[in-house]
T-cell receptor, first 115, second 109 residues
């Protein structure tokens, strides 16, 4: 068991719709990052939260947004879905703070398909 | 920002040591090298990380060259369950992990 739980595991949405993906981290994991992984590629960093504030962002448009909650859970929201948003979305957490070196614990991901 | 390059795929016989190379010739002095692996349909799993010195843990060893331009991940006794995509990753100036496409390691019986 990884200690990071993502839901749902699979999801199919229609182009133009909005989606919310959820992540539940271990107690004490103050840093959470979200990644997008297209088929056959490595994960791409979307953004990171530390103690409920956005702490860094990758090259993703504003329709990708997130929230982190005091109970160590977090959300990734994507508006106006496009076909290219089809991917595995991964959540990773650590005890943080973000600039302390260490390993992240990843969830198993949510497979999003946009049709 | 550092960039890493790895072979696309490698084979290794079960029970032998698997040596996975990684080039990171543009890495700067304060950028760590991380290794993660991803077994099919699962999230990535942290293996090891290092800065200058060689590192060893219960999973693997990491050998970093003195000039820090390359490193090798060593799985000492590979098993079939070690079949996975292995990522060599360097952090960017904001300490974010920059991932490449990784090496697909296949352990053969």
């Amino acid at each position: 068991e990884t200690g990071v739980t993502q839901s749902p595991t699979h999801l199919i949405k229609t182009r133009g719709q909005q989606v919310t993906l959820r992540c539940s981290s271990q107690s004490g994991h103050n840093t959470v990052s979200w990644y997008q992984q297209a088929l056959g590629q490595g994960p791409q960093f979307i953004f990171q939260y530390y103690r409920e504030e956005e702490n860094g962002r990758g090259n993703f448009p504003p329709r990708f947004s997130g929230l982190q909650f005091p109970n160590y859970s977090s959300e990734l929201n994507v508006n106006a879905l496009e076909l290219d948003d089809s991917a595995l979305y991964l959540c990773a957490s650590s005890t943080g703070p973000p600039r302390v070196v260490g390993g992240y614990t990843f969830g198993s991901g949510t497979r999003l398909t946009v049709v | 920002d550092a960039k890493t390059t790895q072979p696309t795929s490698m084979d290794c016989a079960e029970g032998r040591a698997a040596n996975l190379p990684c080039n990171h010739s543009t890495i700067s002095g304060n950028e760590y090298v991380y290794w993660y692996r991803q077994i099919h349909s699962q999230g990535p799993q942290y293996i090891i990380h290092g800065l200058k010195n060689n590192e060893t843990n219960e999973m693997a060893s990491l050998i970093i060259t003195e000039d820090r331009k390359s490193s090798t991940l060593i799985l000492p006794h590979a098993t079939l369950r070690d079949t996975a995509v292995y990522y060599c990753i360097a952090t960017d100036s904001n300490y974010q992990l920059i991932w490449g496409a990784g090496t697909k390691l296949i352990i053969k019986p």
